[in-house]
């Protein structure tokens, strides 16, 4: 039988340090305001081994330093000295530049006693000179129902200026029987803020309706008012266009021709996608997204209306030439049941027409079945909904 030893317990650890790897590059950030990346990196041996905190018998303690590569001025703030976490990672949090705007900043990265070092990509300083709105409030928009604006802070030149600063949502003072509530005052995160739930608590139908003022609290004040929009009473169905057609669409080509227009989790036209087209959103007083019914698209031309109503506009419905039958309803319009897995949310790719015309509207018509055969009639809720106007270019239009 052969004899077995068994050694006493020794330990494997890394060789020395070797060299430092960026694995996240510094982000941008308004000057004083941290970054909105903040850097992480990797420490390996000459072998590829990540290096830990310390070796096992606490002899080698590492720690990673940063500095600034920037402007005569400028100043790098926060924990610039870290050690790597027990998972091996090196992880800054709460770096920030203090200094004039540029492009051009880089950080070095030390490893303290030695003289291996990294140095990260540019990364800019850049000012907050205004507010943008990337959504605007749905209009209509309805009462006691939350109303969803998105922000987003940039430079002179639109450049994205990432800080975190508390901005205030307030009615128009001109709309003054009536008050803006829900979440009024967030913080922004990186320059983006989402109010989710601003509410107004009574119906604006007045022309030109409601807005919001958001004023952020900055060294400068920076101030940016939404569009007009109203309010209809509440509670309320929803039944509205997020997405309108665009404002001119080129004959025998479909409406969503612009891929730009998709959103709301609708893919984009593609080889084996059919696209979004516009795009209407319905969910009931509560807030809960429909998911029983259909709707009925007509193209219309309407006369004498500015604003197309059916109860006092002379308007006559045109045919779609080209409409797959899954689409097609007897009386020339686009009938579609609501996607049970995307509720409250219909898309219309197939919409387009094979002549040139001049101040069409889209007019859509609820349905409570899925053959657009019986009217949707709930008590409060409207039954059709029209959208902005468009034209049809000549098909030699190129865009």
Do not use: H
């Not at 040139?356 to 899925?370: C, E, I, W």
Request: hydrophobic letters at 40%; proline letters at 7%; one cysteine or more.
């Amino acid at each position: 039988m052969e004899d077995i030893m068994t050694s006493s317990l020794f330990t494997v650890e890394p060789a020395a340090a070797s060299s430092l790897v960026v694995v996240v590059q510094p982000g941008d950030m308004v000057s004083g305001y941290t970054m909105d990346a903040q850097p992480v990196l990797n420490l390996y041996d000459r072998f590829g081994n990540l290096l830990t905190y310390y070796s096992s018998n606490s002899t080698v303690v590492y720690q990673i330093s940063a500095s600034l590569s920037g402007l005569a001025g400028s100043a790098l703030t926060g924990t610039s000295t870290v050690a790597p976490e027990s998972d091996a990672i090196v992880r800054f949090t709460d770096l920030s530049v203090l200094g004039p705007v540029s492009e051009d900043y880089k950080l070095i990265f030390t490893l303290n006693g030695t003289d291996l070092q990294v140095s990260s990509d540019v990364f800019a300083v850049r000012s907050f000179d205004a507010i943008v709105i990337l959504r605007q409030p749905a209009n209509p928009s309805f009462a006691n129902l939350p109303i969803a604006v998105t922000l987003q802070f940039v430079d002179s030149q639109g450049r994205l200026a990432p800080c975190d600063v508390t901005i205030v949502a307030s009615l128009d003072p001109l709309v003054n029987y009536t008050k803006l509530a829900g979440n009024t005052t967030l913080v922004s995160y990186n320059g983006v803020v989402n109010f989710d739930n601003l509410l107004i608590e009574d119906a604006v139908l007045a022309s030109p309706g409601a807005s919001i003022i958001f004023e952020a609290s900055w060294n400068v004040s920076r101030v940016v008012t939404s569009a007009y929009f109203f309010v209809a009473p509440g509670p309320y169905n929803e039944f509205t266009f997020l997405v309108q057609p665009p404002s001119s669409v080129v004959a025998s080509r479909p409406f969503d021709n612009v891929a730009s227009a998709c959103a709301y989790g609708i893919s984009p036209r593609t080889a084996t996608s059919s696209g979004c087209g516009p795009i209407l959103r319905m969910r009931d007083s509560e807030g809960v997204l429909e998911s029983k019914g259909s709707t009925l698209v007509q193209i219309i031309q309407c006369l004498e209306c500015q604003n197309p109503n059916p109860l006092n506009c002379l308007c006559t419905s045109i045919s779609f030439p080209q409409l797959p039958s899954s689409c097609l309803a007897s009386n020339g319009g686009c009938c579609k049941a609501i996607d049970q897995t995307l509720p409250g949310t219909l898309a219309f790719p197939e919409l387009q027409l094979n002549r040139p015309v001049a101040d069409l509207y889209l007019m859509v018509t609820r349905f409570s079945d899925t053959a657009c055969t019986t009217p949707y009639v709930v008590s409060g809720t409207q039954l059709r909904i029209f959208s902005a106007k468009f034209r049809v270019l000549s098909s030699d239009y190129s865009r």
